[in-house]
C-alpha cells in the first residue's frame, strides 16, 4: 500500500474510533488468529513475550510499509523533503488529533518517545528559572515512581536551574483511587509550603513500575484547584491501553509513545500542548531553521534523519481497523485477559494482585511468591535476566521494599516483596503465562532464593 | 498475506544472519580476508535504488547509501524487534562502542571517550551550544561575552546560536573570514578563544579529517552525507581537558551523567541501527581501491573535471579553484537566466527537478551594503557578475592564497579587493598583482578604467580608497563571456 497522497480520515470523527469508517469496502471478516500469528511472526520463537510495556511491538504489515516510506526518502531525498514529508506528517498529525480529541492539529507534535517530550517540557520550565520567571525554590511535583529519564531530566533542567522537587509516595499494592488522591493532596500542600509556587505538576497516566493507572483527570482538577501553574501528564503507556481523551484530562501537556501499545515502530510519540500562549515558547532541543515556527513544525523537521516512524501512522490505524471493535476492542480484550492471566498466577502461586483490576491497563503487578528472596533492586534485575537466560520468559520484575511499620502483602513464606508486570498484547496465548507459571514453580520447588544468582 | 511476512534466517543459537554478513558480535571487521574490489556492475546494483530518471548530483544535502548496507541496518532492526529487551541488554551498548572505536581510529582521535554517536551536526551543535547557554545562565560566561560564527554558518546552527546563545545573553558576532580551517582555529588559539566549534557536516568521506591536526575543542561530521551511511548519524568529537565536561544530550534518560558518549547512546526507546551499521560501512568503503581516501580522491578529480566541463559548455566560472574543493564544486550560472533573488534560486531548483529531471541546488548569494563576500560566492545582480574578496590587511596567509586564486581562475572577471577596515592604507607588503579581463562594457569609476574590448590579461595595482570608493556605491562591472 503506497503511503497517502491524502487520508478520508483526516476529516473523520473526533475522539471515538469505533464510529471509525474508512472509505475502503467493508472488510467481510476481521483479522483471524493465524493472521495474527503472521504478523508477529518476526517476534522470537519460544520466548514467552510478556513484556510489552517496555518497548511495544509492530506488526509486520506496519514495518513493510514503513519499509516503503524509508526507500521513498533514498530514492530521491530532495524531493521527498520538499514535496512530501511535511504532508506525511501533518496528516500524521491530524489523525492522532482526531484520535485524542484535541482541539487544534497545531496542539499536536510528533517526536522520538516520551523522553524527548520530557526534555521539551522541562527544559521550558528550566528557562522559566533560569530567566527570572520562575523564583528560586519554586516548585515541581512528581509522582515517586516517576520514570527514571524524567526524574534525571527534572535533575538536569529544574533542579539544576533553582527548581526544588517534591515527590509524592504512592502506596503499593494499592486498593482504590482515594490512596493516590489523598498522598497527592499531601503533596501539594508540602509543594505550597512557605509560600512557594508550584510551577509543574508531573503525573503518569499508567506508572511504569508498579503498574497502576492513576485518576489523572481528577489529579488535574486538584492542580487547578490549588493554583499549579502547569500540568503535564506523562501518558508514556496510555494510547492503545486506555481511554484518552485529552480535552476531559484538561493537562497542559500530555505525552504517550505511539510504539509501545499503538504498533508504530521505534520509536515515536504524540506531544499535546493545550493551545494558549505559554506553548509558543515550547523548542525542540535540536534547533533547525524551523526555530521559531511553532513545537510542532520544529519537531518535524530537526535535522537530517528518518522520519518513517511519524509517517506510518496511518498503517497503523488500517491494521488496528481489521480487528473487532479497533483500538478500544483491543484495549479492552488485553485488559480482560491480562486480569484472568493475572489471577491465574496470584491462584496457581498463592500470592496477589498488586493493584485491582479496574486500575490496570493491559499490564497488571501480580505477586511473587516470598520463598524466591527478592530483596533489593538488584535481585529483581538478577531474577529477570534469570527467567530470560533459562526459561525463555520475558517480563520485568518490581522489588517493592516493605514501609518502615507495615507488615504489606504476604504468603505463606513471608513478605511478597517482588512483583512481576505482565502484560497482554494481540500476540500472546496462555501458553506464555502458562509457561511463566511453570518456571516461577519450578524454581520455588528446587528451593531457589535470588542470593544464588551470582553477582552483588 | 505473505507479502508482509518478514525474511530472514536463524542459525543455531536464535540469532538473525544474513547472506553477507555475521552480527556475531565479536565480529571484528579488520580481522577478515581481503575482500575482492568492488565491480562496475555491483556499484551499480548498490545504487539501482536510487531514481533512475534523476541526474543526481546534490549528494551534499542527503547523502546516499547503498543496498547492502541497507540490508545489513534492517537486519539490525529486525534484531531489536525479535527480541528487544534481549536487544538492549546485551546488544545495543556493545555495538555502538564498536561504532566509536571505529571513528575514533578514522578520525585519529585519541580516546574512545571523545567520540560521542548522534544523529546529525543539527543534533551536535544544539549539545555544544547548550553547554554555552548554561555557562551564561550560570554566570560563568559574562552577559555580553562573544560566540563568533563564520556569516555562511548553517542556517540551523545560526538559529542554534539565537535559541541558546543570544537568549541567554551572549553576543554573536558573524564573521566572513575565509582561512583554511587549521590556521583559523590557530588564531583562535593564539587570541585566547575558549572553545572552538568545527561544524563539518560535510566532512569524513569528503575530506581529511584528523582531529588532533585539527585541533578543535569540538568537531561534528555527518556520516550520512559523505560516508554511505543510512540515514541518520553523526559523530561528534570532545577533545578531553582537564576541566569537568558539562556537555549533555538534551534528551536526557537514566544515563544522565555517564558522560556524553554515554547519554547520546540511550536516549529512549528508538531505532539505533543507522548508529550500529557503521562498521559494515567501513567494509564497505575498503571495497574500493585506496579506500576512502580513495573514493575522496576520485571523487574530488570528478567532480573539477565536470564542472570545468560545464564552466567552459556555458562560459561562467567556477566559485573557487580546484584546491579549495572538496567532492563538490560552484559553478557559476550563465547570468542571462536572471537569477537575482533566493526565490529565484529555489525556483530554478524546482524547475530543473520538475521538467528536466536534474537535482541541484542553486545558490544565490546577494551583496549587502557594508559586507562583502566570502571567497567562495558569486553574485549574480542585473546580469553582471561579480566577484568580491575581502582580506584582513596583516594575513600574508590570505594574499598568498588569493594570488593563486586570481591565477588559477584565468580571470574572466575584475577582481576587486577590500582591506577589512576601509580605512586604512594599504602597505607595499598588501599589494596584490590580479589579473583583469576584457570587458565589453565601461562600468568601472574611480581610479582606473577598463577600455572597452580589452582582453587578456593585465596587471593593476588598486589603491584601497578608490576600492572603498568603488564598494561603497555598489558597483558592478560587466563581463563578457572571454573568448566568445
Not at chain 1, 535535522?303 to 483500538?327: A, H, K, M, W
Not at chain 2, 498475506?1 to 525474511?7: D, G, I, P, V
Amino acid at each position: 500500500m503506497d503511503p497517502p497522497h491524502e487520508d478520508p480520515r483526516v476529516n473523520g470523527d473526533h475522539g471515538n474510533n469505533s464510529r471509525h469508517v474508512p472509505k475502503k469496502p467493508k472488510l467481510s471478516s476481521f483479522i483471524t488468529v493465524s493472521d495474527i500469528q503472521e504478523e508477529f511472526a518476526h517476534h522470537q520463537q519460544g520466548v514467552a513475550r510478556i513484556n510489552n510495556g517496555s518497548f511495544g511491538s509492530c506488526p509486520a504489515s506496519v514495518i513493510a510499509a514503513q519499509r516503503r516510506w524509508q526507500l521513498r526518502f533514498l530514492q530521491q531525498p530532495d524531493d521527498f523533503f520538499f514535496n512530501h514529508l511535511q504532508n506525511g506528517i501533518i496528516l500524521s498529525r491530524t489523525l492522532i488529533k482526531n484520535l485524542i480529541n484535541a482541539d487544534f492539529v497545531e496542539e499536536v507534535s510528533m517526536v522520538d518517545n516520551a523522553t524527548t517530550a520530557s526534555a521539551i517540557v522541562l527544559q521550558h520550565i528550566g528557562r522559566g528559572f533560569a530567566e527570572g520567571r520562575f523564583q528560586k525554590g519554586d516548585v515541581v511535583v512528581m509522582l515517586h515512581c516517576a520514570f527514571q529519564a524524567v526524574k534525571k531530566s527534572i535533575e538536569a533542567y529544574v533542579t539544576r536551574a533553582g527548581g526544588s522537587v517534591i515527590e509524592v509516595q504512592l502506596p503499593f499494592p494499592i486498593n482504590s483511587n482515594d490512596e493516590i488522591i489523598a498522598e497527592f493532596r499531601k503533596g501539594l500542600v508540602k509543594g505550597k509550603a512557605n509560600g512557594r509556587k508550584v510551577r509543574l505538576a508531573i503525573i503518569d497516566h499508567i506508572t511504569s513500575m508498579p503498574c497502576v493507572v492513576i485518576p489523572v483527570g481528577e489529579l488535574v482538577k486538584i492542580c487547578r484547584e490549588e493554583g499549579v501553574d502547569h500540568v503535564f501528564v506523562d501518558a508514556a503507556h496510555a494510547i492503545g491501553s486506555v481511554h484518552v481523551d485529552v480535552k476531559e484530562i484538561g493537562a497542559d501537556f500530555y505525552v504517550s509513545n505511539l510504539h509501545k501499545w499503538f504498533f508504530c515502530p521505534p520509536s515515536v510519540a504524540f506531544l499535546y500542548c493545550r493551545k494558549t500562549h505559554i506553548s509558543s515558547n515550547l523548542h525542540h532541543p535540536v534547533v533547525s531553521n524551523e526555530y521559531g515556527n511553532g513545537l510542532a513544525i520544529e519537531s518535524a523537521w530537526i535535522g537530517t534523519r528518518d522520519y518513517s516512524s511519524q509517517l506510518i501512522v496511518p498503517s497503523v490505524l488500517d491494521f488496528v481497523n481489521r480487528f473487532e471493535g479497533g483500538i478500544e476492542g483491543i484495549r479492552k480484550r488485553n485488559h480482560d485477559a491480562v486480569v484472568e492471566m493475572g489471577k491465574m498466577l496470584a491462584k496457581a502461586w498463592e500470592t496477589n494482585l498488586g493493584s485491582p483490576p479496574d486500575m490496570c491497563p493491559g499490564m497488571i503487578m501480580v505477586g511473587l511468591p516470598a520463598s524466591l528472596g527478592i530483596l533489593s533492586d538488584f535481585d529483581a534485575l538478577k531474577l529477570r535476566t534469570h527467567l530470560r537466560d533459562h526459561f525463555s520468559v520475558e517480563v520485568p520484575i518490581h522489588y517493592q521494599a516493605p514501609k518502615d511499620g507495615e507488615v504489606g502483602a504476604t504468603d505463606v513464606y513471608g513478605c511478597i516483596t517482588g512483583y512481576a508486570r505482565i502484560s497482554h498484547q494481540v500476540y500472546n496465548t496462555v501458553d506464555d503465562y502458562l509457561k511463566f507459571r511453570d518456571a516461577i514453580n519450578q524454581l520455588v520447588h528446587g528451593g531457589f532464593t535470588c542470593q544464588m544468582l551470582p553477582g552483588k | 498475506m505473505a507479502s508482509h511476512q518478514l525474511h530472514f534466517d536463524l542459525n543455531e543459537n536464535g540469532d538473525t544472519t544474513t547472506n553477507n554478513h555475521n552480527h556475531n558480535h565479536h565480529h571484528v571487521p579488520n580481522k577478515k580476508p581481503k575482500i575482492s574490489l568492488i565491480s562496475d556492475a555491483e556499484l551499480r546494483t548498490e545504487f539501482a535504488h536510487h531514481d533512475q530518471t534523476v541526474a543526481r548530483i546534490n549528494n551534499g544535502s542527503f547523502g546516499s547509501c547503498p543496498a547492502s548496507i541497507i540490508a545489513a541496518q534492517q537486519q539490525w532492526q529486525l534484531k531489536f524487534l525479535r527480541q528487544p529487551d534481549a536487544f538492549y541488554i546485551n546488544h545495543l551498548k556493545p555495538s555502538i562502542l564498536r561504532t566509536r572505536t571505529v571513528i575514533k581510529d578514522l578520525i585519529n582521535a585519541d580516546d574512545v571517550d571523545e567520540v560521542s554517536i548522534v544523529d546529525n551536526a543539527t543534533t551536535a551543535a544544539a549539545i555544544v551550544l547548550q553547554q554555552t547557554s548554561r555557562a551564561f545562565a550560570e554566570g560563568k560566561f559574562q552577559k555580553g561575552d562573544a560566540a563568533v560564527m563564520l556569516h555562511y554558518a548553517y542556517g540551523a546552527v545560526k538559529k542554534s546560536m539565537e535559541a541558546y546563545v543570544a537568549r541567554s545573553g551572549g553576543h554573536v558576532i558573524r564573521s566572513p573570514i575565509a582561512l583554511p580551517l587549521k590556521e583559523l582555529v590557530k588564531i583562535c588559539r593564539d587570541e585566547g578563544v575558549d572553545q572552538v566549534f568545527v561544524d563539518a557536516a560535510h566532512a569524513i568521506g569528503c575530506t581529511e579529517v584528523d582531529m588532533k591536526e585539527i585541533g578543535a575543542d569540538f568537531y561534528t561530521s555527518n556520516l550520512h552525507k559523505w560516508f554511505f551511511c543510512p540515514p541518520a548519524v553523526a559523530f561528534l568529537y570532545c577533545r578531553k581537558s582537564d576541566e569537568q565536561s558539562d556537555l549533555h544530550h538534551p534528551v536526557v534518560s537514566h544515563e544522565y551523567g555517564n558522560g556524553l558518549a554515554v547519554e547520546s547512546a540511550w536516549i529512549g526507546t528508538r531505532d539505533y541501527s543507522a548508529q550500529i551499521v557503521v562498521p559494515e560501512v567501513v567494509e564497505f568503503v575498503n571495497r574500493f581501491e585506496g579506500g576512502i581516501d580513495g573514493i575522496r580522491k576520485r571523487n574530488h578529480d570528478k567532480v573539477v573535471e565536470m564542472a570545468e566541463m560545464l564552466v567552459k559548455a556555458w562560459g561562467t566560472h567556477l566559485g573557487a579553484p580546484p584546491g579549495m574543493c572538496a567532492s563538490m564544486v560552484m559553478v557559476g550560472l550563465p547570468t542571462c537566466l536572471g537569477i537575482l533573488s533566493d526565490s529565484d534560486a529555489l525556483k530554478l531548483r524546482t524547475h530543473l527537478r520538475d521538467c528536466y529531471g536534474i537535482e541541484v541546488p542553486i545558490y544565490y548569494r546577494a551583496p549587502k551594503h557594508e559586507e562583502v563576500n566570502p571567497i567562495t560566492g558569486l553574485q549574480l545582480r542585473s546580469g553582471l557578475v561579480c566577484v568580491v574578496f575581502t582580506i584582513n590587511n596583516d594575513h600574508a596567509i590570505d594574499i598568498c592564497k588569493l594570488n593563486h586564486i586570481f591565477l588559477s581562475l584565468r580571470a574572466s572577471v575584475l577582481i576587486i579587493l577590500a582591506p577589512w577596515d576601509f580605512g586604512k592604507q594599504w602597505t607595499t607588503s598588501n599589494r596584490l598583482s590580479m589579473g583583469c579581463c576584457g570587458s565589453s562594457k565601461r562600468v568601472i569609476k574611480g581610479e582606473k578604467e577598463e577600455d572597452r574590448n580589452v582582453t587578456g590579461s593585465s596587471t593593476s595595482l588598486y589603491h584601497s580608497e578608490s576600492i572603498s570608493h568603488l564598494l561603497s556605491q555598489h558597483l558592478w562591472v560587466s563581463i563578457s563571456r572571454p573568448f566568445a
